[in-house]
């Protein structure tokens, strides 16, 4: 069973940025494909971002292509997402996660979460 705790939220501005970081412990996760997911204030949990072990696949959902970018360190077990242009509708809670098998936009497919950590915009 992998262990995963997540970091680097906090209060930004609109606009700004944050980067925030998934680290594992317990096992390697190199061979699994992993996500980033949120929740916002009484919204469903929701998929934001997902990589393959390699690096080589990566998926985003449309509210965040082309502000975060999903990255992945696995000799340092480590999982990122560096969000910018953040907005105010990006205030939520945000999980990293760790897939049943490969790559999901599927909650329900992945096996392993964090506490989360919150990431609050303002405006």
């Known amino acids: 069973q992998v262990q995963l705790a997540e970091s680097g939220g906090g209060l930004v501005q609109a606009g700004g940025s944050l980067r925030l970081t998934c680290a594992a412990s317990?096992?390697?996760?190199?061979?699994?494909?992993m996500g980033w997911f949120r929740r916002a204030p009484e919204k469903e949990r929701e998929f934001v971002a997902g990589?393959?072990?390699?690096?080589?696949?990566?998926y985003y959902a449309d509210s965040v292509k082309g502000r975060f970018t999903i990255s992945r360190d696995n000799a340092k077990n480590t999982l990122y997402l560096q969000m910018t242009s953040l907005k105010a509708e990006d205030t939520a809670v945000y999980y990293c996660?760790?897939?049943?098998?490969?790559?999901?936009?599927?909650?329900?497919?992945?096996?392993?979460w964090g506490r989360g950590t919150q990431v609050t915009v303002s405006s």
């Open positions: 996660a760790r897939a049943r098998a490969g790559l999901s936009l599927s909650p329900a497919l992945y096996d392993s």
């Open positions: 990589i393959n072990w390699r690096g080589s696949n990566i």
């Open positions: 317990g096992r390697t996760f190199s061979s699994d494909a």
